[in-house]
């Protein structure tokens, strides 16, 4: 049984920097061979990809969060993080950790396995 355990969430002011960490389990070796991302949802908007991390570490990220968030992952503590820095007001939001058999899984479609989700409130 895969499972997605996100943390690192918390409040900072505009200008201030945050790093979420997914730690990942469920046996075997999958970690390392899955397309991993973050995604985010704010209150009343639809979920949205933010980074996607492949298997190669070929990495792609939205428009919004370019210059400013860098995703990475480390294999062998099947763990994917998420350092977020010159936070904004409008980052706030529930980030989620994901994973799928698919490249380019930055679509909630794709998406296999799915964390609980940690909070992040950026304030001006």
């Known amino acids: 049984q895969v499972q997605l355990v996100e943390s690192g969430g918390g409040s900072v002011q505009s200008g201030g920097s945050l790093r979420l960490s997914c730690a990942a389990s469920?046996?075997?070796?999958?970690?390392?061979?899955?397309?991993m991302a973050w995604f985010r949802q704010a209150p009343g908007k639809e979920r949205e990809g933010v980074a996607l991390?492949?298997?190669?570490?070929?990495?792609v990220y939205a428009d919004s969060v370019k210059g400013r968030f860098t995703i990475s992952r480390d294999n062998a503590r099947n763990t994917l993080y998420l350092q977020m820095n010159s936070l904004a007001p409008e980052d706030t939001a529930m980030y989620y950790c994901?994973?799928?058999?698919?490249?380019?899984?930055?679509?909630?479609?794709?998406?296999?396995?799915w964390g609980q989700g940690t909070q992040v409130t950026v304030s001006s």
């Open positions: 994901a994973a799928s058999y698919y490249h380019g899984c930055l679509r909630s479609a794709s998406i296999n396995y």
């Open positions: 469920g046996g075997g070796y999958w970690f390392s061979r899955y397309c």
């Open positions: 991390i492949e298997s190669d570490r070929f990495s």
